[in-house]
């Protein structure tokens, strides 16, 4: 089955302690990419990758790491979270780049920083 | 940067009306411009999109419209029943370092009472 997954789906951390949420994606797909969705503020993309060791920012990067070393693999990073960290993330990905293809999400991880 | 507004935040409507959801964007380069659904508690998903070379694409009871002079483009929904209640976003696309990422409007909950 086609799909992108998510791990984990929740988790509740405390402020400073380094956390990586896994994202992978088994169709092949070239463009990845990572949101954050808080009430009110709708979507905000936080990184995207176009293709293995290809990462550009996004609307709000700051406090966050990415890394494509693999084409179906898309880990985002958080060194040292803190409580604005709190939000639901999900992982996208896409077959091409972002203005053509349909971008299919993860179930979402649901991130708790207290 | 490059932003997505749209409007209305919240529309409600009876069964069997039509719902308008409207957004505008500042990147002129922006050439395709989806829409997404998402029912509570689960991802967003694409219901349709357009490009920046057609002017209206229909699908069934859905319909989107794109006036690139004005940079604005218009979801439309006839027919409306309870299953359509959720959240609606909409994006344009921009170019970055990485390749083209998308920007998201903060979204438009829609209501359908029966």
């Known amino acids: 089955e086609a799909q992108v997954t998510q791990n984990p789906r929740y988790l509740i951390t405390v402020t400073g302690k380094k956390l990586t949420v896994t994202c992978s994606q088994n169709m092949n797909h070239e463009y990845m990419s990572w949101y954050r969705q808080d009430p009110g503020l709708g979507l905000r993309q936080i990184y995207y990758s176009m293709n293995v060791e290809v990462t550009d920012k996004g609307d709000v990067p700051e406090g966050y790491k990415v890394s494509r070393k693999e084409k179906r693999n898309f880990p985002l990073i958080l060194e040292s979270p803190s409580p604005n960290q709190t939000s639901l993330y999900f992982c996208?990905?896409?077959?091409?780049?972002?203005?053509?293809?349909?971008?299919?999400f993860g179930p979402g991880t649901r991130l708790t920083v207290t | 940067g490059e932003n997505v507004e749209q409007h209305p935040s919240t529309l409600s409507v009876q069964e069997g009306d039509s719902a308008v959801i409207k957004c505008t964007y500042s990147?002129?380069?922006?050439?395709?411009f989806p829409w997404y659904k998402q029912e509570l508690g689960k991802r967003p998903q694409l219901i349709i999109d357009?490009?920046?070379?057609?002017g209206e694409k229909k699908d069934q009871r859905i319909a989107v419209t794109l006036n690139k002079t004005a940079k604005h483009f218009s979801l439309h929904i006839t027919e409306t029943q309870p299953e359509d209640s959720a959240v609606y976003f909409c994006?344009?696309?921009?170019?970055?370092?990485?390749?083209?990422?998308?920007?998201f409007g903060k979204g438009t909950t829609l209501s359908v009472s029966s």
């Open positions: 357009i490009r920046s070379n057609v």
């Open positions: 996208a990905s896409s077959l091409g780049t972002g203005n053509s293809y349909e971008q299919y």
């Open positions: 990147d002129s380069a922006s050439n395709y």
């Open positions: 994006a344009a696309s921009i170019s970055g370092q990485a390749g083209t990422a998308l920007i």
